[in-house]
C-alpha cells in the first residue's frame, strides 16, 4: 500500500498546481471530491489489519485537504478585507489583476479595479482643488489667517506674511510682540464679527479691518480671520473730506468777509476824507455810514452765526435711546410741521406699516432729522410751484431683515448726480437760502444711532431718503 500512497500524492499535487487555481467552483468540487475519496479510502481501509501507517497518512492527507479547502473558500473574504483596509488607509496604489479563476473572481476584482480607479480620480482632483485654492489664498491681496482652537496656525497667506513681516507663524500667540490687543480680537471674535485695530509696527501706525469666521472639520473647530491695513485709503477720505470741508468754510468765510472788509474800507476812506477836509459830516454822509455799518454788522453776525452751527455740528449730543412708537413719532412731526404743509398746499400722505412698529431711539433727535428731511422737501417742492399734485409721503416699513426703515418721499424736481455726491458734506447747500448743515447734522445723529440715511433721486421725479436704523 505504501506504493498506492506515492501514486496518489502525485496525483493530488498535479490538481492543486495545475487546476485547482484555475477555477474556483472547479477547484472546489475538485477538493470536495478529493476530500470524499480520500474519505472512502480512510473508511475502507479503517478495519482492514496491516494497513495502519496507510490509514493514518490518509487521516492526514484529508485533514490538510480541508484546511485548504477553508483557505481556498476564505481567499475571496481576504480580497474584500485587504480591498476595505486600503481604502480605510487611503492606500490606491494597489491594482487587481484579472483573475482566471472564473467569471465572478474576474466581475470581483474589475469592480475592485474600478472603485480604486475612482477614489484615484476622486483624490487627483481633490489635491488639485486643494491646490487651486491653496494658490488663491496666497495670493490673494487681503491677509488671511486660520488657526485652530489651541490658537496653532494652519494657514497663513504671503499677504499676511507681508503684512506682519514674518517668514512662517506656527503660533497666534507670537503676534502679541506686534499687538497683544489684535490677539485678543482674533480670539474673541465670533462668525460675522468685525473690528477695527489700530496698531503701531515697526513705529508706523497701520489701521486693520478685520473679520472672523468660525468653522468646523471633520469635529475640530477652527477660525479664519482676514486682516486689511485700510489705513492708507482712511487717510485718502479723510484728507478728501477735509479739503471739502475747507473748500465749504473757505467759500463761506470769504462770501461774508469779503464784503465786511470792502465795506470797512470806503467808510475808513470816507472818514479820511471828511477829516482832512475838516468839514461837519452831512447828514447824507452819515447815513452812508451808518448804512455802511448796519451791513458790516449784519454780515458779522452772519459770520458769527455760521461759526456757532459748526461748533453745534462738531458737538452732537450722545443719544438717549428707549422704545418709540413709530406711529407717535409721525404724529408728532406732522403736528409741528402742518402749517408750512398747509401754506404751501401740498398733500402729505403718512403710513407705517404695520401700525405697532417701534424703533428704539432718541425720539428727539430722531424728530430733527425728520423734520429736516421734510423741510427740504418743502423747499423743494416750492421751486416747483407749476408742478400738479405736489406731494410729501412718509413712510415707515420694515426690510427683509424686519429692521426698522423710515422713508421720506417728494416729487419735486430732484438732485442732480454731481449735487448728490456732496448733500452730505457740511455746509454745502443748493438751496438759495440755508445753512447747509441739515444732512450732515442728520447723517451724524443717524450714525451715533448705529444706522445711516441714503438718498436716492432723479431728475423731474423727486427725491427719497431713506433712514435704516
Known sequence: MPNFLQRFSPTLQSLDVGGLRRNFHINVLLRITVIGLTIFIFSSLLNETGYTITTFGLLIITILQVISLIKHVEFANREVVNFLNAIQYDDFSNSYKISIEGKSFQDLNEAFNNVLEKFREIRAEKEAHHQYLKTIIHHVGIGIISFDKQGNVQIINNSAKKLFKLNHLHHIDKLSSISPELVEKFKVLRTGSKDLVKINFDDE????????????????????????????????????????????????????????????????????????????????????????????????????????????????????????????????????????????????????????????????????????????????????????DRHIILLAKQDEKNRPLILVKDNAGGIDKDALEKIFIPFYTTKKTGSGIGLSLSQQIMRQHKGNITVHSEIDKGTEFTLKF
Open 205 to 388: 501706525i497701520i489701521q486693520l479691518a478685520i473679520y472672523a469666521i468660525e468653522l468646523n472639520l471633520r469635529g475640530e473647530e477652527f477660525k479664519l480671520v482676514t486682516i486689511q491695513n485700510i489705513h492708507t485709503e482712511l487717510e485718502e477720505k479723510e484728507l478728501d473730506a477735509w479739503q471739502k470741508l475747507i473748500r465749504v468754510l473757505t467759500h463761506e468765510i470769504m462770501n461774508s468777509v469779503t464784503p465786511i472788509s470792502s465795506l470797512a474800507a470806503t467808510v475808513n476812506g470816507e472818514l479820511e476824507y471828511l477829516e482832512e477836509r475838516n468839514e461837519p459830516i452831512q447828514q447824507a454822509d452819515l447815513e452812508d455810514i451808518y448804512l455802511a455799518t448796519k451791513t458790516i454788522q449784519r454780515r458779522s453776525e452772519g459770520l458769527i452765526r455760521f461759526v456757532s452751527e459748526f461748533r453745534n455740528l462738531t458737538h452732537v449730543p450722545l443719544p438717549k435711546f428707549r422704545p418709540i412708537k413709530v406711529q407717535e413719532l409721525f404724529d408728532h412731526v406732522v403736528l409741528l410741521m402742518q402749517n408750512d404743509i398747509d401754506d404751501e398746499q401740498i398733500r402729505f400722505n403718512m403710513c407705517v406699516e404695520p401700525s405697532t412698529l417701534m424703533i428704539v431711539a432718541d425720539q428727539e433727535m430722531i424728530e430733527q432729522v425728520l423734520i429736516n428731511l421734510i423741510k427740504n422737501a418743502l423747499q423743494a417742492l416750492k421751486e416747483c410751484d407749476e408742478k400738479p
